[in-house]
Nanobody, 125 residues
Framework: QVQLVESGGGLVQAGGSLRLSCAAS????????MGWFRQAPGQEREFVAA????????YYADSVKGRFTISRDNRKNTVYLQMNSLKPEDTAVYYC??????????????????WGQGTQVTVSS
């Protein structure tokens, strides 16, 4: 079992940057692909970015491509989401999640077995 704890959210002006972190418990972090998702009020949870076990494969939602970067440090059991050029429409609760697939990464919420509690990101205009 994996426990995930997000941090780094907050209030930022449009055009600003934030870096989210997701710390995982346990010694098996490297056996999970990881993803970031977000959910705005009244909307469904949506895919943001995902990264494979080794970090060699990454996927992004079109809405964040070129602005957000996902990365991971398996020695620190942590996955990151660097968010640049933030827009008001990026405002949401951001969640990290763990997927036990052996290869690649997924954009589907149903593929992820473990979820963090979320961290709020608010972008003011």
């Amino acid at each position: 079992q994996v426990q995930l704890v997000e941090s780094g959210g907050g209030l930022v002006q449009a055009g600003g940057s934030l870096r989210l972190s997701c710390a995982a418990s346990g010694r098996t972090f490297g056996t999970y692909a990881m993803g970031w998702f977000r959910q705005a009020p009244g909307q469904e949870r949506e895919f943001v970015a995902a990264i494979s076990r080794s970090g060699s494969i990454t996927y992004y939602a079109d809405s964040v491509k070129g602005r957000f970067t996902i990365s991971r440090d398996n020695r620190k059991n942590t996955v990151y989401l660097q968010m640049n050029s933030l827009k008001p429409e990026d405002t949401a609760v951001y969640y990290c999640a763990a997927d036990p697939r052996a290869y690649g990464a997924s954009y589907a919420t149903s593929d992820y077995d473990y979820w963090g509690q979320g961290t709020q990101v608010t972008v003011s205009s």
